[in-house]
């Protein structure tokens, strides 16, 4: 089974960026349909963003449109999240997880595999 871990995280000033990634471990990565998830303090773990196997088909929360970018390289075996525009509500531990199938999911359950987190932390 595939295993995931990310990379990426940090401190960063409130409007600034940062790029996430998602290592896989397998070449099978690409039958794997791949979504972002985080999850704040005393909050329940949210849905994020999400790509489809080949990276065609992409959703994304509303509280992320036009800021936030999944996007995947099949051939390193990694997908990615790229933050802009980043708010103190977006601090998180962002987890990627990985579903076997060809589309992603909004929800949890979908997914089979999961990494470890990535802590992010936005200041004001």
């Known amino acids: 089974q595939v295993q995931l871990v990310e990379s990426g995280g940090g401190l960063v000033q409130a409007g600034g960026s940062l790029r996430l990634s998602c290592a896989a471990s397998?070449?099978?990565?690409?039958?794997?349909?791949m979504g972002w998830f985080r999850q704040a303090p005393g909050k329940e773990r949210e849905f994020v963003a999400t790509?489809?196997?080949?990276?065609?088909?992409?959703y994304y929360a509303d509280f992320v449109k036009g800021r936030f970018t999944i996007s995947r390289d099949n051939a390193k075996n990694t997908a990615y999240l790229q933050m802009n525009s980043l708010k103190p509500e977006d601090t998180a531990v962002y987890y990627c997880?990985?579903?076997?199938?060809?589309?992603?999911?909004?929800?949890?359950?979908?997914?089979?595999?999961w990494g470890q987190g990535t802590q992010v932390t936005v200041s004001s």
């Open positions: 997880a990985a579903r076997e199938g060809y589309l992603g999911a909004t929800v949890e359950y979908e997914y089979s595999v």
């Open positions: 397998e070449r099978t990565f690409s039958s794997y349909a």
């Open positions: 790509s489809s196997r080949g990276g065609g088909r992409i």
